[in-house]
């Protein structure tokens, strides 16, 4: 049998304490729509849960958990949109801007910025025109209407818009965006 290398335990309590001093936390960073869909998510955890114990400990599964998990899934994705958008996270391409020069790069890249405000705008609008219309369909399980849905989906691409006019202005005032990376020194000073 072989013998595994031991650490002392000096060893084990100082890299316990680094790690320690290296986790913290700065609730500033965090915004409505973090803590939003951090609620969310929980609670569809627990709807997850009560359909598999109820499905397979119970073996009688609670009918409305299934449908609603899926609605709740709907809803932490628009929930979390947002956070995606505030911290500039979504995909975008990069391999072009490394090609290109500057001044090109900055108008592109403000290009992207207009048109991701004018496309969450817009599906903001449409999402808005649904709610008009879902307000007669109720969910199957649960006699809810459907529109409620909509509502969410609408405040998480109104939420969006916001964010990406966030993003833009940040932008325009560091005078770069993460899609050219490297600040232009001239802007900096």
């Known amino acids: 049998m072989i013998e595994q290398p031991t650490m002392p335990d000096e060893k084990i309590e100082e890299k316990e304490a680094a790690f320690i001093e290296d986790v913290e936390v700065n609730l500033s960073d965090y915004r409505i729509e973090d803590f939003v869909s951090l609620i969310i998510f929980w609670v569809l955890g627990v709807v997850v849960f009560a359909q598999f114990f109820s499905r397979y400990v ?13 609605y709740f899934l709907i809803a932490v994705a628009f929930a979390g949109a947002p956070i995606a958008v505030r911290k500039n996270t ?3 391409v ?16 403000t290009l992207v910025d ?19 219309i879902m307000k007669s369909q109720y969910m199957t399980a ?5 529109s409620v849905i909509y509502w969410l989906v609408f405040a998480g691409f109104v939420l969006m818009t916001f964010r990406a006019m966030q993003v833009f202005i940040r932008h325009w005032r560091q005078g770069y ?9 001239k802007a900096l000073n």
């Open 94 to 109: 990069e391999f072009f801007y490394r090609f290109i020069n500057r001044p090109l790069a900055r108008v592109l890249s």
């Open 177 to 185: 965006s993460s899609l050219n990376h490297t600040p232009d020194l």
């Open 58 to 70: 119970l073996n009688d599964s609670i009918a409305w958990t299934e449908e609603i998990a899926r």
């Open 114 to 132: 207009l048109i991701r405000i004018v496309f969450f705008s817009y599906a903001s609008w449409i999402s808005f025109k649904i709610i008009k």
């Open 90 to 92: 979504h995909i975008h």
């Open 142 to 146: 649960v006699n809810v209407p459907m």
